[in-house]
């Protein structure tokens, strides 16, 4: 059964910096393309970054980049968000998704809480 | 920036049939896939590559596409599809996904 659990979310102050994780199992996760998607409160869905299989291409929603970096270490099948600068517009329930080449974002974690506050 | 343009509501009575468009420049080229949302909970695939529906999902949902729209019909409704339904394609450069505003689905 295919597993995405996202940890690492929390209150930060403006300016502050967090580090998301996302551990998969029960698919190969090295095969894969993966995503992060956020949803602020109330709100619609945004794409946020998504990287290839062994990490050569990355991509990132304009309102993130020099902010945020995605990367992975496929020997523990995990994910990563490394977000500095926040904002209080990051704040956010954030999403890892797998983005499968015929139908991607086919499975998705339960998501965590992201909030940028003083 | 790309943008997908959904309308932010649609309302059905059980049993009917209801339609959920979504509109962008992009689409003629780029595949479309529709995602399921419930409150509190992770969104769910239900239609990918303008009309294929993975395993799992009811018969009753299926996608169509036509020129710079797709359509997302959801054929008999149920009190269970009540949800935010959001569309989802790639922006001009394929290398980074898009989604609509979403569409919230109400089953009167």
């Known amino acids: 059964e295919v597993q995405l659990v996202e940890s690492g979310g929390g209150l930060v102050q403006p300016g502050g910096s967090l580090r998301l994780s996302c551990a998969a199992s029960?698919?190969?996760?090295?095969?894969?393309?993966m995503t992060w998607v956020r949803q602020a409160p109330g709100k619609g869905l945004e794409w946020v970054a998504n990287?290839?299989?062994?990490?050569?291409?990355?991509y990132y929603v304009d309102s993130v980049k020099g902010r945020f970096t995605i990367s992975r270490d496929n020997a523990k099948s995990s994910l990563y968000l490394q977000m500095n600068s926040l904002r209080a517009e990051d704040t956010a329930v954030y999403y890892c998704?797998?983005?499968?080449?015929?139908?991607?974002?086919?499975?998705w974690g339960q998501g965590t809480l992201v909030t940028v506050s003083s | 920036s790309y943008d997908l343009t959904q309308p932010p509501s649609v309302s059905v009575s059980p049993g009917q049939t209801a339609r959920i468009t979504c509109s962008g420049d992009?689409?003629?080229?780029?595949?479309a896939y529709w995602y399921q949302q419930k409150p509190g909970q992770a969104p769910v695939l239900v239609i990918y590559?303008?009309?294929e529906r993975p395993s799992g999902i009811p018969e009753r949902f299926s996608g169509s596409s036509s020129g710079t729209k797709v359509t997302l019909t959801i054929s008999g409704v149920q009190a269970e599809d009540e949800a935010d339904y959001y569309c989802?394609?790639?922006?001009?450069?394929?290398?980074?996904?898009?989604f609509g505003g979403g569409t919230k689905l109400t089953v009167l």
């Open positions: 998704a797998r983005y499968a080449a015929a139908a991607p974002l086919d499975y």
């Open positions: 029960g698919f190969t996760f090295s095969g894969y393309w």
């Open positions: 990287m290839n299989q062994d990490g050569g291409q990355k």
């Open positions: 992009a689409l003629p080229k780029q595949y």
């Open positions: 590559k303008d009309t």
């Open positions: 989802q394609s790639a922006d001009s450069s394929a290398s980074l996904g898009v």
